[in-house]
């Protein structure tokens, strides 16, 4: 049974009563991709992590890792097969796409979600653009591709950037995602940028802490404050996560098993 993945608790209700209402989020064809934007600080990165361990402790999906600033926050994960950090990481969203492209091809039905993480979005676009123009190109069209057709396929993108501009993104490929969370403080600017609307546009994300953001899940009508829990010892978490990723498939294994049709792709 899914449990389904706790992105925070709701700010009014903590600051008001203290009272945890977690808001929470089911992937497997339902809220199967994610965006995740904020200023540098305000906590992307270690809530990402946070989602990770819960949908790969929950077993609610597999995932796979793309870490183009190879920051030293995932030193933990250096050497497994599902995380690929600095220039290893264009292998990893090829491979990740490869996987895609036959399981759509083959109408292979995943029983498993299959999650591609990407750290550091813009980082990544701009090292590309810098190698060649079809390089960048390349590269947002296949995101964009496993994006629009991703989720009845059982696959998804979790994608952290600082700033959700047009140019990092092909034309529709912002509002794929099911779930969009801005962390700290959003600008006027921004929150129309992530598709958001209604009241809570520039306040109150002015005196936000980081941690705390502003949430919209596909299907529903309004925004939402939340706060995700306090982590006490971030090392420990990636040392979880690594545990966990230790114990799924790899993905090259996986995808070659899928392009020649074998029944072990689940
Ligand atoms: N939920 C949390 N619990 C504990 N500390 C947190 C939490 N969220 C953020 N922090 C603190 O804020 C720091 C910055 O968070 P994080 O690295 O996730 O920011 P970021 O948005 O990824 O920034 P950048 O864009 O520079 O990578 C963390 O190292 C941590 O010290
Ligand atoms: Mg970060």
Known sequence: ????MVLGYDTQSWQNFRVKVPVTIILPKKNSSILIAGKSGSGKSLSARYYLYQILHNRESYVCM?????GEEYEALEGSPSYASGENAFQMLDTFYQFFNEVRKKRIRLKKHYTLFIEEWSGLLTYAENQSKKQKTDIMAKIGEILAVGRGLNIGIILCVQRADASYFSAGTRDQFQVVISFGRCSAEQFRMLGFHGELEENPTANYKS????VLVDGQEAIREITVPWILNEKELCQQIRYLL?????LTALYRAAAEGRSTVK
């Open 246 to 250: 230790d114990r799924q498939p790899d």
């Open 1 to 4: 049974m899914i449990r389904g």
């Open 66 to 70: 793309a870490d183009y600033k190879a």
């Open 211 to 214: 941690g705390q953001a502003l």
